[in-house]
């Protein structure tokens, strides 16, 4: 089949090369309308039952995630100077395009009781215009004897202010939340500048989009990097800039294909997404180096141009073709996972995949029947003395101190094993940001100041309508309100029984000591006083406030929490110890009480994503055996296939034990990747190791140096190239991309010396059962060789005639 096909690639190349280059100027069309990904739930399932609850407490309440908090440490915030100049900030803030509302100090209001209507009046605290030092210090002073505001808006033990600054949720899922972002930014750090003060800024709309643009420029950066790279390893290997040339057209066409098909596919430009066009030029170039090296190698033997390039198709495509289906299985099995994100990558990378097997399938035949042949010095890497060295060393490695190779294999894994035993499961919300950036250390000032500023809500469903005014339903939701900001993670909630302690304060005249929720004593009294119908004029405000933290029909009532980036392994343990006393305190026959919000969606993306990979492994390895059965029909040859890469991934897994680093998406991910790539590795060795068999009368010793001696060299090059382009990833900001940049290296480093030492040692020791299964002829054998070239060669002189 390879010999026919190998004709018809040679026979039709100039119309293969115009379809594809027509094919490639299509898809550059719709990689141009790339966009980039704002969206941070779409890990998560949209069956799960937390996604769920999620989207129907959103179209309850609304947004929870669309606040960017901005926080200053001073002294001197009272000070005229400061305080007017905050003043200023807040109007330039909330002049900035898609900033609906803003929740600070220079805005705050107080309720005054009014007798004579027996209403309660919102009273903006600060007024318009500058403030003089005797009237600030007056007002400062009465908006210190609100509790409402405590903790919220400013930390007295600190001397911490925040600003609250609201954004558009449509804006939010858009390209426009950058500009907003990038002016509040720049607003902010001017008024840092004027003061001679750091001025802080978080939350969750500020983290997603500094995110993606870091994707983004990640994207590009890797991509110029990883060509560069590469382009310069093939130099010096090849010695040769047409070979250098063509693979780059190789990988560059590949290149937009993966972009392409991720707007064709409906997807957009993501953390992981974002990863696949380097990877592509990673993997795209083992394709060539292999093509090249047979070509080259052949030529060597024959000195005949069209015999070498109908034995490199021959002999090659089958090789190439089981390399790249093995590797597209290593990402496409994230398809099958429940993570929305993980089938985006998954479908995107294993379809690309092939795709590059295909671009250099069709290109590199057909542009290299047009060139020259090569010359001595593009060959001469063939009997570099480096090289022969490192495979003499092999060889002795392999045929003289086996049992050495052996004793160093199982301390290894015993190491290993040891390593995995630590090995624990966490990932945080900023988890891929070095700690020395300003988004973790601003993170960092809310959580000490403020307790953080991740969004945690908690629904609590009364079962009837009204439910929420009840003054049992406000007394629970006050102790539930004092038991969360008992917790040293969250900070105080906000609910409707805030609201109602703020009313009752404004009742009693301001007296600080009446901010609690009503009794059955006051309450009559009170009632007139809340409005709590709805009414216009200038109490709507306060009706609002209000409203916020109910629905419609006021039987759910909402407590929303800030709270740190506890990270995933601990924030289950931090809900599940508050179920209890939750329960103590909201009986389970008259009410519903849920925790829901980013946070919680997080955690269960987070906890997806990790049981996905994990799943996706094991069919990995599922798919790859039916590979190699079919490719080798033996169970032996299966078992010897496999051991060479299990130990790879058992040595990363190891090694990420003792070093501490913990099991989340991007660390999974490292194990299914070189799963797909490293068995490349064995599939070259064995492929070459039974087409060489034959030739050599069964003698098992001598084909496997053989072997060791033909394809050592463009697995030595072929893992340096791949070791080189992941180790691009290891420069990354991102700690998860710089993680799976090392430790994929690492892996596939480990896959190339146990490839090459192993598993010869490994085809050594069961040599005479393998004579054995060599000796015998299998009908229908893909790998069965076929010698004759005549109709290739036929097919080669029709295309030239």
């Known amino acids: 089949m390879w010999q026919r096909l190998a004709g018809w690639v040679l026979k039709f190349r100039l119309p293969l090369l115009l379809l594809l280059l027509a094919g490639t100027a299509v898809m550059a069309y719709y990689a141009s309308k790339v966009e980039l990904s704002y969206e941070y739930g779409s890990a998560i399932p949209r069956d799960n039952p937390a996604f769920i609850e999620y989207q129907h407490f959103r179209s309850q309440f609304g947004e929870d995630g669309n606040m960017i908090a901005l926080g200053v440490q001073t002294d001197d915030f009272f000070t005229p100077q400061f305080f007017n100049d905050y003043v200023q900030l807040n109007k330039d803030i909330k002049k900035v395009p898609s900033v609906e509302n803003i929740l600070s100090i220079p805005v705050a209001v107080n309720l005054v009781k009014n007798d004579s209507t027996h209403r309660l009046t919102v009273v903006q605290l600060f007024p318009d215009g500058a403030l003089q030092k005797a009237q600030l210090d007056s007002l400062s002073a009465v908006f210190q004897s609100l509790p409402f505001y405590k903790g919220l808006l400013y930390n007295p033990g600190t001397h911490a202010y925040l600003m609250a600054i609201r954004i558009n949720k449509d804006v939010m899922n858009s390209a426009k939340r950058v500009g907003v972002v990038k002016q509040i930014m720049d607003v902010a750090d001017s008024f840092g500048k004027q003061h001679h003060t750091q001025v802080r800024l978080s939350g969750l709309p500020l983290i997603r989009t500094i995110m993606a643009t870091k994707v983004a420029d990640e994207m590009r950066l890797f991509l110029k990097l990883s060509f560069i790279l590469t382009a310069l390893i093939l130099l010096l290997f090849f010695r040769s800039f047409s070979a250098v040339v063509m693979s780059m057209i190789v990988v560059a066409i590949g290149v937009i294909w993966s972009v392409a098909t991720i707007v064709l596919c409906g997807y957009k430009i993501t953390l992981l997404t974002g990863l696949i066009p380097p990877l592509i030029v990673v993997i795209g170039i083992p394709n060539c180096v292999y093509f090249l090296n047979k070509y080259h190698t052949e030529y060597a033997k024959s000195n005949n141009k069209t015999e070498a390039l109908v034995r490199m198709i021959q002999r090659m495509g089958i090789v190439t073709l089981f390399t790249n289906i093995t590797a597209a299985i290593g990402f496409g099995v994230f398809y099958f996972t429940k993570s929305p994100l993980l089938k985006e990558f998954g479908v995107v990378a294993g379809s690309n995949i092939m795709f590059i097997f295909l671009i250099s399938f069709i290109f590199l035949p057909a542009v290299l029947s047009y060139l020259p042949p090569p010359k001595t010095k593009h060959t001469s890497y063939l009997e570099n003395r480096s090289f022969r060295a490192v495979l003499s060393l092999l060889n002795n490695l392999v045929f003289k101190y086996r049992p050495w190779v052996y004793v160093v294999t199982v301390a290894l894994v015993v190491m290993a094993v040891?390593?995995?035993?630590?090995?624990?499961?966490?990932?945080?919300?900023?988890?891929?940001?070095?700690?020395?950036?300003?988004?973790?250390?601003?993170?960092?000032?809310?959580?000490?100041?403020?307790?953080?500023?991740?969004?945690?809500?908690?629904?609590?469903?009364?079962?009837?309508?009204?439910?929420?005014?009840?003054?049992?339903?406000?007394?629970?939701?006050?102790?539930?309100?004092?038991?969360?900001?008992?917790?040293?993670?969250?900070?105080?909630?906000?609910?409707?029984?805030?609201?109602?302690?703020?009313?009752?304060?404004?009742?009693?005249?301001?007296?600080?000591?009446?901010?609690?929720?009503?009794?059955?004593?006051?309450?009559?009294?009170?009632?007139?006083?809340?409005?709590?119908?709805?009414?216009?004029?200038?109490?709507?405000?306060?009706?609002?406030?209000?409203?916020?933290?109910?629905?419609?029909?006021?039987?759910?009532?909402?407590?929303?929490?800030?709270?740190?980036?506890?990270?995933?392994?601990?924030?289950?343990?931090?809900?599940?110890?508050?179920?209890?006393?939750?329960?103590?305190?909201?009986?389970?026959?008259?009410?519903?009480?849920?925790?829901?919000?980013?946070?919680?969606?997080?955690?269960?993306?987070?906890?997806?994503?990790?049981?996905?990979?994990?799943?996706?492994?094991?069919?990995?390895?599922?798919?790859?055996?039916?590979?190699?059965?079919?490719?080798?029909?033996?169970?032996?040859?299966?078992?010897?296939?496999?051991?060479?890469?299990?130990?790879?991934?058992?040595?990363?897994?190891?090694?990420?034990?003792?070093?501490?680093?913990?099991?989340?998406?991007?660390?999974?991910?490292?194990?299914?990747?070189?799963?797909?790539?490293?068995?490349?590795?064995?599939?070259?060795?064995?492929?070459?190791?039974?087409?060489?068999?034959?030739?050599?009368?069964?003698?098992?010793?001598?084909?496997?140096?053989?072997?060791?001696?033909?394809?050592?060299?463009?697995?030595?090059?072929?893992?340096?190239?791949?070791?080189?382009?992941?180790?691009?990833?290891?420069?990354?900001?991102?700690?998860g991309t710089k993680s799976l940049g090392w430790l994929t290296s690492l892996t596939l480093i480990m896959a190339m010396i146990t490839n090459l030492t192993i598993l010869p040692a490994l085809l050594l020791w069961m040599e005479k059962a393998l004579r054995k299964q060599a000796a015998k002829k299998e009908n229908g054998d893909p790998l069965k060789e076929e010698e004759d070239i005549a109709l290739a060669r036929l097919g080669l002189d029709d295309a030239k005639k």
């Open 418 to 735: 040891l390593g995995m035993l630590r090995l624990r499961p966490e990932a945080y919300m900023l988890d891929d940001i070095p700690k020395s950036d300003r988004l973790y250390t601003d993170l960092k000032f809310f959580e000490h100041n403020f307790r953080g500023v991740m969004p945690l809500e908690i629904t609590v469903d009364t079962k009837r309508k009204n439910g929420v005014i009840g003054l049992q339903t406000l007394n629970k939701l006050d102790e539930m309100t004092k038991l969360i900001a008992a917790q040293p993670d969250f900070a105080r909630p906000l609910s409707v029984a805030e609201g109602i302690k703020f009313a009752r304060q404004a009742y009693y005249n301001g007296d600080s000591t009446n901010y609690s929720v009503p009794n059955q004593f006051d309450i009559g009294f009170l009632a007139p006083y809340l409005r709590m119908k709805g009414a216009g004029g200038s109490n709507s405000n306060f009706t609002k406030l209000v409203a916020s933290f109910m629905d419609s029909t006021r039987q759910v009532a909402r407590l929303s929490v800030n709270m740190a980036d506890v990270g995933s392994r601990r924030l289950p343990i931090l809900l599940d110890s508050l179920w209890p006393k939750v329960n103590a305190i909201f009986d389970t026959a008259h009410y519903n009480v849920s925790f829901t919000g980013t946070s919680v969606i997080f955690l269960e993306g987070s906890r997806f994503i990790i049981n996905g990979l994990t799943e996706s492994i094991l069919l990995a390895f599922v798919l790859i055996i039916g590979c190699m059965l079919y490719l080798f029909r033996s169970w032996r040859m299966l078992l010897i296939s496999l051991i060479p890469n299990i130990i790879p991934l058992a040595v990363t897994a190891g090694v990420m034990g003792w070093m501490g680093i913990a099991l989340k998406p991007s660390t999974v991910l490292v194990f299914s990747i070189a799963l797909g790539i490293a068995i490349d590795v064995t599939i070259r060795f064995l492929v070459n190791f039974k087409q060489e068999l034959p030739h050599l009368n069964l003698d098992i010793s001598a084909t496997v140096k053989q072997t060791i001696n033909e394809t050592g060299l463009s697995i030595i090059y072929t893992s340096l190239i791949l070791f080189a382009g992941f180790m691009i990833f290891s420069f990354s900001e991102f700690g």
